[in-house]
């Protein structure tokens, strides 16, 4: 019914900078907050930052100031601008969004499949 599709990973060098896109497609009735997390090998997956409707933004302590998020209502979409990355910011990052859709009008919990960010030189 819901598909979250990101794009926009690869392999970037230290100091580089990659930005991240995630639509979201289907039978979509609205799209409250979106957000991004990521999962480093190894490790659980963490919260890297959430987007409100209205723009509004939060972000990791760790990562404020060098990532962005924002979106694009009109196109269901949420980007992630990663600049002055470090080799510890290699993960799968996952889109996420509380969708509701025309057949159930309550807000879920929708993920995307993720994809590869390796920052290496």
């Known amino acids: 019914q819901v598909q979250l599709v990101e794009s926009g990973g690869g392999l970037v060098q230290p100091g580089g900078s990659l930005r991240l896109s995630c639509t979201a497609s289907g039978s979509i009735f609205s799209i409250d907050a979106m957000a991004w997390y990521r999962q480093a090998p190894g490790k659980l997956r963490e919260l890297v930052g959430t987007i409100s409707t209205g723009g509004n933004t939060n972000y990791a302590d760790s990562l404020k100031g060098r990532f962005t998020i924002s979106r694009d209502n009109a196109k269901n979409t949420v980007y992630l601008q990663m600049t002055s990355l470090k080799p510890d910011a290699t993960a799968v990052y996952y889109c996420?969004?509380?969708?509701?859709?025309?057949?159930?009008?309550?807000?879920?919990?929708?993920w995307g499949q993720g994809t590869q960010v390796t920052v290496s030189s």
């Open positions: 996420n969004a509380h969708i509701a859709t025309w057949d159930m009008r309550v807000l879920r919990n929708f």
